[in-house]
């Protein structure tokens, strides 16, 4: 496996805000056993602290911060040390760190060297270069282009109280939560930038917003039942930064008929926190009347609802074609992939001309991770005659048929990719909803 190419495919979400904006200078929180080297303390920072911080965020049990971090006991086996975890998860086939992301090749080599020699502190007079803090720091409603008087925000909230905050339970390790609304947009409204609201920001993994033609409770609090139909309009992962339109486009927002909104949190408590409090979600700025802006985007859905995977099965490629009906080029500016848990790999190609032959990769995570589904930023463009063929594959490792559906234990594979202009990615001859699937 290519480590320093997936490194650079598995960007997560809209900003290229993956650095990190922790103190530059970590000889401070030292413990007096010594400090971390400079390189393995650059690796750290750039691929683990986002969740591994102190306190740890995003569902993470410990800090990787300090030397004394490393060599405290660990979490899940008391009888080893945290280097010695960090050894096993760097490695593991199965549930690798970091989690959503990927090392780079001289990343795994630096921290594999420091493991082996047994996780010494830094030698004497070694002095690290400060990092940059990046753009990391302008991530959030107050760094949006509009003022918070004109903002619009869907937060999570307690169940019957849409201004008390959700009480994470601490039993609930991995938790899904949906909160819904009737959209309040009544004309023509598009979403001009996003930032995302992270409030109890140990407990929050990640979250989605999706719309739907389905009626849902107005203010509803409660576990999730993703209808069909719900479409991806944004979401934000650890390491995801404000998102911003281009300058001439806009998202279109449900309005004309009715339509619901879902904000999907994902809570991932696993350090068991027991006064986790949540209002996280997501703040946006909209256009309307004659601040409308001149292109207007649209999530279309690609891919395939003919999934049947049998039981016990290693390696299973669901494919889908889109054939979109357009005399016009179509700009694509973001993809979100969408599977779940027995994905293992996903890839939207655009077939040029409708050849196979010439493909070029419109979106692709080579190894897909579940806890970590994000958006895609691009800027390729569709012309009339190509084709886009989306490729799911899957992993069926239980024992029994698995097929399309909503549920957890279902499986789906959809692309949902912002274009413009408008209706976007429809199927030639296809009527009524956004999609460009096979049936
Ligand atoms: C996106 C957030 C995120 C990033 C980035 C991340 N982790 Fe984790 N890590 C987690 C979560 C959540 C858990 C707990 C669930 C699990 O064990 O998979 C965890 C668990 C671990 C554990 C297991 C601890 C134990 O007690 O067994 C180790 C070791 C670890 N991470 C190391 C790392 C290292 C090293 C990096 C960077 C190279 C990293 N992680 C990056 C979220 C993250």
Redesign the pocket.
């Known amino acids: 496996m290519n480590r320093s190419r997936l490194a650079g495919l598995a960007l997560i979400a809209f900003a290229a805000s993956c650095s990190s904006s922790e103190s530059p200078d970590r000889a401070s929180s030292a413990t007096s056993t010594g400090a971390l080297p400079c390189d393995v303390d650059a ?2 920072t750039r ?2 602290r ?3 911080a102190t306190p740890p ?6 800090p ?1 911060d300090t030397w004394g971090d490393l060599h405290a006991a ?4 008391a009888t080893q040390k ?1 280097h010695q ?2 050894k ?3 490695h593991d086939p199965v ?1 690798p ?5 990927t ?1 780079a090749a001289s ?1 795994l080599a630096t ?1 594999d060297r420091w493991l082996d020699a047994g996780a010494p502190p830094r030698s004497n007079g070694e002095t690290c270069a400060a990092a940059d803090a990046g753009p990391a720091a302008r991530v959030g409603p107050e760094h949006l282009p509009c003022p918070a008087a004109e903002q619009t925000t869907f937060r999570a909230h307690a169940a019957g109280a849409p201004d008390a905050p959700f009480a994470v339970p601490a039993d609930s390790g991995n938790l899904y939560q949906c909160f819904t609304w009737k959209v309040p947009w009544t004309s023509e409204t598009q979403a001009t930038a996003f930032a995302p609201i992270i409030d109890d920001g140990r407990v929050v ?1 990640h979250w989605i917003l999706y719309s739907t033609a389905t009626p849902q409770e107005e203010g509803g609090a409660g576990p999730c039942k993703m209808p069909f139909d719900a479409t991806f309009l944004s979401g934000w ?3 995801g930064g404000n998102r911003d339109m281009p300058p001439d486009v806009g998202l279109a927002l449900p309005g004309a008929e009715p339509r619901w909104l879902i904000l999907q949190l994902h809570y ?1 408590n ?1 350090a068991g926190y027991t006064d986790a409090r949540d209002r996280s979600g997501v703040a946006m700025c909209t256009a309307s009347g004659p601040t409308l802006r001149k292109h207007t985007a649209v999530v279309s859905t690609l891919g395939s609802l003919a999934i049947d995977l049998p039981p016990k099965s290693a390696r299973v490629e669901v494919s889908g074609m889109c054939t979109p009906d357009t005399q016009q080029d179509l700009h694509v500016i973001s993809a979100g992939p969408h599977m779940h848990e027995l994905g293992a790999s996903f890839k939207t190609e655009i077939l040029r001309g409708g050849d196979p032959s010439k493909s070029e990769v419109l979106v692709d995570v080579p190894r897909w991770d579940f ?2 589904q994000a958006l895609y930023p691009t800027d390729k463009i569709v012309r009339p005659g190509d084709k886009l063929r989306t490729t799911c594959t899957y992993a069926n490792s239980t024992g029994q048929r698995v097929t399309f559906g909503e549920r957890t234990e279902d499986e789906m594979c959809f692309n949902f990719v912002a274009v413009w202009p408008a209706p976007g990615l429809v199927n030639a001859g296809g009527k009524g909803a956004l999609r460009c699937i096979d049936r």
């Open positions: 690796v750290l691929a683990c986002k969740c591994h965020k995003f569902g993470a049990p410990m990787l660990a979490r899940s086996d945290v975890r960090v096993a998860r760097i549930s760190m970091p989690q959503g992301d090392l990343e921290l993994h992962a650890p390491g991932w696993v806890q970590s």
